[in-house]
């Protein structure tokens, strides 16, 4: 009787690999992620804020689950960070006032003069296929026409229902 050499070995794996392959192609769609990867966040669906004057800046996120974050750094320099949720209801009724009001088509007015140290405030959307958009105005702009108006004061509606703590 012979021993078994190298290539009775490979032969074997041959086996092992001819009879799992199938098995995993038939399994097509898995997610493969290295034990040392970070898990996956929800993806930013409504994010509002921008720097402001003398290093001040704020942002307020909701995800796809419905979690929000507000992040704030006041003009001394303290950050604060609370976090809530949102209602898929409340996000729904947002989501009807940025599509009456076409937020995807706002543009800052390009004769508009900001007051001395006057953030930027940018909004950017991804809430459904035809509402993906990113607009930034001065923040005073926001107020300037019917349609920003609404959309500032239905932002300033989700972040008071959003129970920040």
């Known amino acids: 009787m012979s021993k078994p050499g190298p290539a009775d070995a490979a032969t074997q794996a041959d086996a092992?690999?001819?009879t799992v392959a199938p098995a995993v192609d038939a399994v097509d769609a898995v997610a493969v992620q290295p034990l040392d990867a970070a898990p996956r966040q929800?993806?930013?669906?409504?994010?509002?804020?921008g720097a402001g004057?003398?290093?001040?800046?704020?942002?307020?996120m909701v995800?796809?689950?419905?979690?929000?974050?507000?992040e704030a750094v006041s003009t001394r320099g303290v950050a604060t960070r609370k976090t809530g949720r949102v209602a898929k209801s409340t996000l729904a009724a947002v989501t009807a006032t940025?599509?009456?009001?076409?937020?995807?088509?706002?543009?800052?007015?390009?004769h508009y003069v900001p007051v001395p140290e006057e953030q930027h405030t940018t909004l950017a959307v991804d809430l459904s296929a035809d509402l993906v958009?990113?607009?930034?105005?001065?923040?005073?702009?926001?107020?300037?026409?019917?349609?920003?108006?609404?959309?500032?004061?239905?932002?300033?509606?989700?972040?008071?229902?959003?129970?920040?703590?």
């Open 98 to 110: 940025l599509q009456a009001h076409a937020v995807c088509s706002l543009r800052a007015d390009p």
């Open 42 to 49: 929800p993806r930013i669906v409504l994010a509002w804020g």
């Open 16 to 18: 092992v690999i001819d």
């Open 133 to 165: 958009c990113s607009v930034t105005l001065h923040t005073n702009e926001w107020q300037r026409t019917p349609d920003a108006k609404a959309i500032d004061e239905a932002i300033g509606t989700l972040m008071s229902r959003a129970a920040l703590h």
């Open 63 to 70: 995800d796809a689950t419905g979690a929000a974050t507000h």
């Open 53 to 60: 004057g003398f290093g001040s800046s704020e942002q307020f």
